[in-house]
């Protein structure tokens, strides 16, 4: 199951997914103008019937957090306008969240190639902005990420590969240290640092 933010929502990625004999589960944004817009209107709309729904809720470091999966395979009205590659269901998940007696909603939608149950598309929803989230907190936190204000050219775009690349080779290493330990021992031995090269 390939899943997606929404910036790779494209029908070329779609395409290649179900060429490969994939499934997706793609975040849809307003970057696919009407499409989203369909999506949207259709989903929230009272008078729609769910294929599917699923409820989690969660509770941890005294915030409570719901989350609302809704799937509909009625898509042929969908596909007749915008002949999505591999299309099978639409979905959404509403996420709300009460920390401190404040509530916030959030609403997402999503395009899959196959339909699932509302159980799993929650947890694969769910799956995949817990990578997302992991990976930033690595990025910010270990290297500083959000502190770096290269903005010309293409300079934001190499230094986001090489720190992908140097988390990749860091997750590789089967020492037992924190990744920012790695990162420091790495800096400090050079040894240690040709081995890790090594491992591109």
Known sequence: ?????????????AQQIVDQGGDYVLALKGNQGTLHDDV????????????????????????????????????????????????AAIGKVVRAREICAKTSTETAYYLLSTALSAERFNEVARAHWGVENALHWR?????????????????????????HMALNVMQKDGSKDSMRGKFQRAGWDNECLSRLLGMF
């Open 40 to 87: 949207r209107t259709f989903l929230d709309d009272p008078a729609y019937e769910t294929t599917a729904s699923a409820q989690t809720i969660d509770a941890d470091h005294g915030r409570i957090e719901t989350r609302t999966a809704t799937l509909s395979t009625d898509i042929a009205w969908l596909q007749a306008d915008h002949h999505w590659p591999g299309l």
């Open 139 to 163: 990025l910010d936190v270990v290297m500083n990420e959000d502190h770096d204000r290269t903005r010309k050219g293409h300079g934001p775009n190499n230094l986001a590969i090489l720190r």
């Open 1 to 13: 199951m390939v899943t997606t933010d929404a910036l790779n929502c494209q029908r070329a990625i």
